[in-house]
């Protein structure tokens, strides 16, 4: 029997590593994205949620787009798979960015970080599927363990099963989807041209929807929401998610979980409750409670059972010789 072909341990370090910046970058798009969206609540009455989100993606991948662009090496790597790759990259995270944004709107905080967590389980079982197998068992005790972490981090969730927790499950789902959609396509085409390509995408889907948002926030109009855009408050945390959370965390992304197992990576990416947390706390927007600690520890204890755990069993199964087993 030929010896399994086992990851570059120097190569999953580094992947490791990289989506835990990734993890860290994101965590304080929460606090960005808070800033920036009570700057355009308080210039507007009545519920303008909804264009000035769509304001703040389309400004925001739009400069990432210009951003990344400007570079030649990464304007030469945009080919016909790239583009493809990009497309639907960039597809799964405009819906599943709107699907969110959409059941916000009917949702705790808790409740909101419970079901989008639950993309870690929707990722193991979609993956089994699609490869027909089940996934390790340490990386299903681990996603358990994450999605619990994820769920509980800002205290226990109340749910209703209403149709904003019903569009934050389909968010989850979605971004399930983009995390294995990401693994596929990065490994067929270039990484950088795809990232490049997904921007492009997420920002021309999110002009698309502008005007019906604006039209759909009665007290909105085009005039008011570029006068938004001018207030620093708005545009400095836009300018920040745009460079850190976008072209350097999707660029990190598109260019390491390659090199991960889809599941071990969703399971990194549930770390991102946590440095949200830890983000709002230092900005003032939270507090410190019990259910941070116990969360983060889930969390930590799923990350190390989904790496530990298949080493832990290779070292210990009587049944197969070293060189056999999986």
């Known amino acids: ?24 970058l994101w965590g304080f798009t929460f606090v960005w994205m808070k800033q920036a969206n009570e700057a355009g609540q308080a210039a507007f009455s009545g519920d303008s949620h909804l264009a000035i989100v769509t304001l703040f993606m389309s400004l925001r991948f739009g400069l990432a787009a210009v951003v990344l662009g400007a570079l030649p090496s990464v304007r030469a790597r945009l080919d016909g798979p790239a583009w493809r790759g990009g497309f639907w990259i960039g597809i799964a995270l405009l819906v599943g960015f709107l699907l969110q944004m959409l059941g916000l709107h009917g949702v705790s905080p808790a409740v909101s970080a419970f079901l989008t967590s639950l993309y870690v389980l929707f990722t193991a079982l979609i993956n089994a599927i699609r490869r027909r197998a089940l996934p390790h068992p340490a990386l299903f005790l681990g996603a358990l363990l994450a999605t619990v972490g994820a769920a509980f981090i800002g205290g226990p969730p109340h749910l209703n099963f209403d149709l904003g927790e019903w569009l934050t499950v389909g968010c989850a789902f979605v971004f399930a989807v983009h995390i294995l959609v990401t693994d596929m396509w990065t490994k067929r085409c270039d990484p950088m041209g795809a990232t490049l390509a997904c921007f492009v995408v997420v920002a021309a889907g999110s002009l698309v929807l502008l005007p019906l948002s604006i039209h759909l926030s009665p007290s909105v109009s085009a005039s008011a929401l570029r006068q938004v855009a001018q207030n620093p408050d708005f545009w400095v945390p836009m300018v920040l998610s745009s460079l850190l959370a976008t072209v350097l965390a999707l660029s990190l992304m598109n260019l390491f979980q390659r090199d991960l197992d889809p599941v071990r990576a969703a399971i990194v990416y549930a770390i991102e409750p946590v440095w949200a947390a830890l983000a709002g706390i230092w900005m003032g927007f939270d507090e410190p409670s019990g259910w941070l600690y116990f969360g983060g520890g889930a969390l930590l204890a799923g990350n190390l059972v989904a790496e530990l755990g298949p080493q832990l069993l290779r070292r210990t199964s009587p049944l197969l010789p070293p060189s056999d087993r999986a």
């Open 1 to 24: 029997m030929q010896p399994a072909t086992r990851p570059d341990p120097r190569r999953t370090r580094r992947a490791i590593l990289s989506l835990l910046v990734v993890t860290v």
